[in-house]
């Protein structure tokens, strides 16, 4: 028999400045909720369990099908994506906070600014000489690589394993799993492979790629299961080799 | 000397993305705005693909092929060169997109594969696994990072764009914009403003769009004087899996692969589907349409649940709710052909689809229509000059659209496909436009007198304020469950004039409502509760016009049916049989009188509806569309 209400436990804030708190918050029970579809109902009735009208929480999403990585938060403690946690899995009170390694901007809402400057700063993209057709494709590229490089080219930049790392947080320089598997996807193309020196160098210094304590977090918390910890194995050899260019070069 | 040239690019799917890279790539600064970081944009829910004629499958497609099922797939009622343009330019869009690093799906020797899908008869579309928007989402994404870190182009991420700046000519100089952590109204100045905010799904409650696809930056243009065309036209996908949150898309590809639509014979069998012998079970599009079976196309498979569960009350429990099921199938069969998606309803509604039939019904899915863009036409080629400061330019001068916001190349109907083909090539028509604009243009907005900006900022403050002190009585959330229920009641796949006519009454209530919005937030720091007040009221306004344009439209052409006005194709009779050339000549004077774009114009008594002539110069329409 399923709960007949929907219990939450949320922790606000009203802004970046404003201390925590937490806040509790029953619904109505019906089948198939997700968190963000419960948020969803919660906002429309924001009471809270003590009967008082209260302001909504706020927090993100767009897609709603685990595609765009703007609904993540913890839930009972885990870093995932709202939209993909079905309200009957978890056991209740369902707890929600937000990424805590991530500045806060108002209740579950954070900035994540951090991991688009990390992919600006490994430059993550392939140098194409202007986006206008040139009447040649890319190099052939192996289903093979392919099908690998695919992994990496879903990540959706939610942060789950940003959060989940033991060596990133608001103090450490740490780029973080995510970018690294970007640098690692860019590397891995054809074309890409001509810039792959920039990319070494920017995870060679401080922050980089020596700061990852192999904790394996970020693999286990990962919504799409993107082998981040082969990526940064492989990105330590090619490190390793390009030390020793450098050395050499000297 | 004037000012280096600066444009606005609001929304960063792909359509404004394209933009912004094209416009930077000309030499221009670009400040880009979104809701929230680009990346999350809706482009990223397309799965199936992208349309390109690259002729590899030994088919002997051709780009002319692709034209001819582009207009016919639209029943005609988009303007032809634009398409012509588009689909010559596929190709290289394409092998552009190749080189930017995306991961498209390959053939056992390393070239780009494609497949076969809807309302084609080739194997014309290139795909990145089952999330193709997403990975042509993000390589854009990449070389518009690429150009920010070099300075060319700023963005303004967790920004809602609320208003145009006009100057007393009325040409937009610039925008009113949100910063929706303070809740702060800014106006910037632009050279000229590119509007890529794409679709508008929300006005129906729940769609297979993102929860932003509001429409709300379209209806804030059309309120300040951008025409808009054809918002009647809507394609309803039928398979939309049920959700309280939304309708997330079941892909065609699983009525492809053998999935059956039924419904119990008995609404009130109260028993597991699964337990339910095949003796009792209704496979209504089987029985109906022998032929096909399952897999008729889109519009007809959607009208046939509606007929089962509405007309005949056979609903799932009495609701709107059929089958779709694909459990007869071996597991092993299923996890190979449809493993993403089946995965996907597992994940979403905690139901084993490999096992027991999915819960579906028809969902809104894109909007044909949008704002009202014009082009220059190329007489030399018949198609749409590459370069123009005429293409995308909506009816307010220095005003651009493009994407699914504008109202180009579909017609009346979609392709599938064919959407992320036209939100990247129009981003990139729309950024060489403003960039042909610029060049051309007499003052800088740099130089226009700041009390045009300040009036607007303060109009939208004035806005704002009103909301957050307001002592009424309504629930901006609880408008738009009411509105959703309207939209999906009577502006649905079928649709009739008296329905028509309620919902219009029952839209006009809203509109009154939406005015005595009470905010359960009143704080000035990101406050979601005052953006949606103000997006629910504008896509009130949106659902009068798309409404109207459905009333007024009496006749049945691609999405848009309505069963008094239909004209049906004489059964088993072909061209040269004396019924269809009776039913040819019947088309043909239809046409003669509805065969023209609807243009609605703000007034705020309501909008007033104008038909205009379309541009047919590439393929006279002569033939029906006909799917037999």
Known sequence: MPNREIHFRIKRQKGPDSPPYWEEFKMPYAPAHNVVSALMYLREHPVNAQGQRVEPVAWDANCMEEVCGACSML???????????????????????????????????????????????????????????????????????????????????????????????????????????????????????????????????????????????????????????????????????????????? | MAAKPRVIVVGGGLGGLWAALRAAENGVSVDLFSLFPVKRSHSCCAQGGINAVLDIKGQHDSIHQHIVDTIKGGDYLADQPPIKTMCESAPGLIRTYDRMGVTFSRTPEGIMDQRLFGGVKNKRTCFAGATTGQQLLYAIDEQVRRFESEGKITKYETWEFLSIVKDDAGHCRGIAAMNLHDMKVHAFRGDAVILATGGLGLIWGKSTMSTNSTGAAAARVYQQGAKFANGEFVQFHPTGMLGHDKLRLMSEACRGEGGRIWVPRDPKDARDPRSIPEKDRFYFLEEWYPTYGNTVPRDVASRAIVKATRHLGLGVGGKDVVYLDLSHHPRQFLEDRLGGILDMYRTFSGEDPYTGPMKVFPAMHYSMGGILIGWEKDETTGGMKLVSPKNHATTIPGLFACGECDSGYHGANRLGANSLLSASFSGIIAGDAVAAYVKGRKQSAADVPESFFEAERKRQEDINHRLVSSTADENAFTLHRELGEIMMEHVYVERDNRGLDQALEGIRRLKERSQRIRLDDRGQWSNQSLSWARQIQDMIVLAEVITLGARLRDECRGSHFKAEFELKIPEGKFRGDPEYEAFRAQWKANNEKWLKTTVATYSPEGPRIDFQPIDLSVMAPTEPRDYR
């Open chain 1, 75 to 250: 839930i009972n403690g885990v870093p995932r994506q709202a939209c993909a946690t079905l309200v009957d899995s978890l056991e209740q009170p369902i707890v929600l906070e937000p990424l805590s390694k991530f500045p806060l901007v108002r209740d579950l809402v954070v900035n994540r600014e951090r991991m688009f400057s990390a992919l600006r700063q490994v430059k993550a993209w392939i140098k194409i000489d202007g986006s206008q057709d040139i009447h040649r494709h890319a190099p052939l590229i192996s289903p093979g690589l392919q099908s690998i490089r695919y992994l990496f080219s879903r990540c959706m930049t939610c942060g789950c394993c940003m959060e989940a790392c033991p060596q990133f947080h608001p103090d450490s320089t740490f780029l973080g799993p995510a970018p690294l598997g970007q640098v690692w996807l860019h590397n891995s193309h054809p074309t890409g492979e001509y810039h792959k020196e920039e990319r070494l160098h920017a995870i060679m210094g401080d922050g980089g790629i020596t700061d990852c304590g192999n904790a394996q977090n970020c693999v286990k918390v990962c919504p799409k299961d993107i082998p981040l910890t082969d990526a940064i194995a492989e990105l330590g050899r090619q490190t390793t080799v390009q030390w020793l260019r450098d050395l050499f070069r000297k």
